[in-house]
């Protein structure tokens, strides 16, 4: 454009000397040559993603046993974790293979050994037959080392009485009891973990006692070499002396605990005293995906003065509602037996227990843990916030008793007439029957109770 005004200008002005024009021609050039030059060798910029968090690495000396740390994630997004995870590198040292494994015991300890196994391949790999061979191998190697139990059952539900504190988050984060598999894969899984206390040995995984999927980085991982890959599932062996195959010297107990939480999938978990598990209801927690992330420490309120185990709170602001039972699990942390109640009202929220009826009617979620029963139920108020099934909603409180009906007057009964010897009711030939007295209705209704979901026993 530049260089078109130029010529116009120099054709109205046919006096302009040629060296003018040369310089004009020559001004016009340079405009034109020199940003294309200034973007063609532009410096490259490259975006640089967060720095990887840095991870310390200790060998634990032969002398001291490594700790079992419970599952703790860094706080990373899917794609930092898989970039750290793909700068670690995988060991170089000989990756053997685990000695076999061949169940023994009493037939009802073998079969919950057997259904504590298939449980843990199932709710980790899924219905993935490589992956589940995988699980099970780790579990195996774990019940052979001394930092781990002596038994299948043990070393699956490690922890499980904490939320906090399990090696296999299905046993602690609610999964066993959100959905069961279908008969088909429960069928094979059961399978693969037969195959695994049979003698067969999955090699890939070698001695591993860890894994994790590649999209989180837990913090235990730092003191663990990384050995192979199965899927999307790294695996993780301790460093120095207790990872090789020495180390893992431990002997079979051969007793398989009753686990109540595997009497929903498995009849061998109850006996020898071991009461069943409740069934829970079908909205407890049912397909719930509970996110502990998503609430910050600073949102964990404390509780009732006088009572450990009691919450009664005011929703923090901006908390979405699907995040309530995750605000409630967080803030029961480890205990066994936990009540969290929660108001979006202030004003609403009593100072202490029982609440008011218009207090009650006023909650807007609700969350009881008691871990002794396997039992954990969270309640939303559904005139508050819809829910997607009703069986998430608390019941609706009714204030008062309705008027009492009067009870009817019972019909007056005939006077009996004395029968042969005083015998009273005694009929003769051709007296009418007599009337039957019927005891008094008493149709007066009870005063409405509150709803048990406030306070719901295990059994319900």
């Known amino acids: 454009m530049l260089m078109g005004t130029l010529e116009a200008t120099v054709r109205r002005n046919p006096s302009v000397s040629p060296l003018l024009r040369l310089l004009l021609g020559v001004i016009a050039l340079a405009a034109i040559v020199v940003p294309v030059l200034l973007v063609s060798n532009a410096p490259h910029i490259v975006a640089h993603k967060r720095p990887p968090v840095v991870l310390s690495k200790r060998v634990v000396p032969q002398q001291e046993l490594p700790p079992v740390e419970p599952v703790e994630l860094q706080a990373l997004s899917p794609d930092d974790a898989r970039a750290i995870n793909d700068s670690i590198p995988f060991s170089l040292a000989p990756n053997p293979a685990a000695r076999a494994f061949h169940l023994s015991g009493a037939a009802d300890s073998q079969a919950r050994a057997i259904d504590c196994l298939a449980a843990a391949v199932y709710y980790e790999a899924g219905d993935d037959s490589l992956g589940q061979r995988a699980v099970a191998q780790v579990i195996l190697n774990r019940m052979r080392h001394p930092a781990f139990p002596k038994t299948v059952c043990g070393v699956v539900f490690q922890g499980a009485e904490r939320s906090t504190g399990c090696q296999f988050t299905f046993t602690c984060d609610g999964a066993i009891l959100r959905y069961t598999p279908t008969e088909a894969a429960w069928t094979r899984a059961r399978q693969v973990a037969r195959m695994a206390l049979s003698g067969t040995v999955f090699r890939p995984v070698g001695h591993a006692t860890h894994y994790h999927t590649d999209w989180v980085v837990p913090y235990w991982s730092a003191s663990l070499d990384k050995i192979t890959e199965v899927h999307t599932h790294l695996f993780f062996r301790w460093a120095g002396w207790w990872g090789t195959p020495p180390a893992f010297n431990r002997g079979y107990a051969g007793v398989e605990p009753n686990v109540p939480l595997m009497a929903r999938l498995s009849p061998s978990h109850v006996g020898d005293g071991a009461a069943p598990a409740p069934a829970i209801a079908v909205g407890d927690l049912a397909g719930l995906e509970v996110n502990l992330a998503a609430i910050p420490d600073s949102a964990i309120p404390a509780s009732v ?156």
């Open 305 to 460: 003065a006088g009572d450990p185990n009691v919450f009664l709170i005011v929703l923090p602001k901006g908390i979405v509602p699907d995040n309530f039972p995750a605000l409630a699990i967080k803030t029961c942390g480890e205990r066994p037996y936990c009540k969290f109640m929660a108001w979006s009202d202030a004003s609403k929220k009593p100072p202490k227990l029982p609440p008011s009826g218009e207090q009650a009617a006023a909650m807007s979620f609700s969350y009881l843990r008691d871990d002794s029963a396997a039992y954990a139920k969270a309640l939303w108020n559904c005139d508050q916030f819809k829910r997607p099934s009703p069986v998430q909603c608390m019941r609706r409180i009714a204030f008062g008793a309705p008027e009492p009906m009067p009870a009817p007057s019972p019909s007056p009964t005939p006077e009996a007439k004395e029968g042969p010897a005083g015998l009273s009711g005694v009929r003769r030939k051709g007296d009418p029957a007599p009337a039957i007295a019927k005891p008094p209705v008493n149709l007066t209704l009870p005063a409405p109770r509150p709803s048990p979901t406030l306070t719901p026993s295990p059994k319900n």
